[in-house]
């Protein structure tokens, strides 16, 4: 591991279903993002944040609701999602006021709707 | 917002020849562009960047050279390797007051080296 965990790494859930997905760094970045990548599309941002509050949400759907109670942890809650959710899900973190630092990425969560 | 293009969606070279991925971006206040290798079920890792003072930057077999008239960049992989074989992704971000920018990416490139 890289400093940058996320579990699970495999989730299958139904559309009615609750369940949430974690990410904890362990670099002391200030920065933690979440991407989603689908087949044949580019990661796609989804949520930013910096030293805990909330700075972009890319225009994600209310079914994906992120937490961030730390600059150290983030929670993607996930409810009622559809089967076009299937994706993997990264987390990464950077020291947000170091330009050009690069950005670390957890290993993903493999999320399946079904 | 920014918007990266990046070409060709898959390369398939002969070991021990070189490969050449293309990126151009559409935001001129750019000024920070890494590139990522994801090898089959790994994370994304950073494998070079360059910022927009430099034209050409270089770590071994890995070189990138930037072209900001024509808001282009692209990396260069010489003497490739079957280890070499994975995803690549170029992406843009704009640093400002001292502050980085999120990263847009481009939509990847799977590279195949045949031994």
């Known amino acids: 591991e890289t400093g940058v965990t996320q579990t699970p790494r495999h989730l299958v859930m139904g559309m009615t279903n609750k369940k949430s997905l974690k990410c904890e760094q362990h670099?002391?970045?200030?920065?933690m993002y979440w991407y989603k990548q689908s087949a044949k599309k580019p990661l796609e941002l989804m949520f930013v944040?910096?030293?805990?509050?909330?700075?972009e949400n890319n225009s994600v759907p209310s079914r994906f609701s992120p937490e961030c109670p730390n600059s150290s942890h983030l929670f993607l809650h996930l409810h009622t999602l559809q089967p076009e959710d299937s994706a993997l899900y990264l987390c990464?973190?950077?020291?947000?006021?170091?330009?050009?630092?690069?950005?670390?990425f957890g290993s993903g969560t493999r999320l399946t709707v079904v | 917002g920014e918007n990266v293009e990046q070409h060709p969606s898959t390369l398939s070279v002969q070991e021990g020849d070189s490969a050449v991925i293309k990126c151009t971006y559409s935001?001129?206040?750019?000024?920070?562009f890494p590139w990522y290798k994801q090898e089959l079920g790994k994370r994304p890792q950073l494998i070079i960047d360059?910022?927009?003072?430099?034209g050409e930057k270089k770590d071994q077999r890995i070189a990138v050279t930037l072209n900001k008239t024509a808001k282009h960049f692209s990396l260069h992989i010489t003497e490739t390797q079957p280890e070499d074989s994975a995803v690549y992704f170029c992406?843009?971000?704009?640093?400002?007051?001292?502050?980085?920018?999120?990263?847009?990416f481009g939509k990847g490139t799977k590279l195949s080296v045949k031994p």
């Open positions: 935001d001129s206040a750019s000024n920070y």
């Open positions: 670099l002391g970045h200030n920065a």
């Open positions: 360059i910022r927009s003072n430099v």
């Open positions: 990464a973190s950077s020291q947000e006021k170091i330009p050009g630092s690069g950005y670390t």
């Open positions: 944040y910096n030293f805990k509050e909330q700075t």
């Open positions: 992406a843009a971000s704009v640093s400002y007051g001292g502050s980085q920018g999120n990263l847009i």
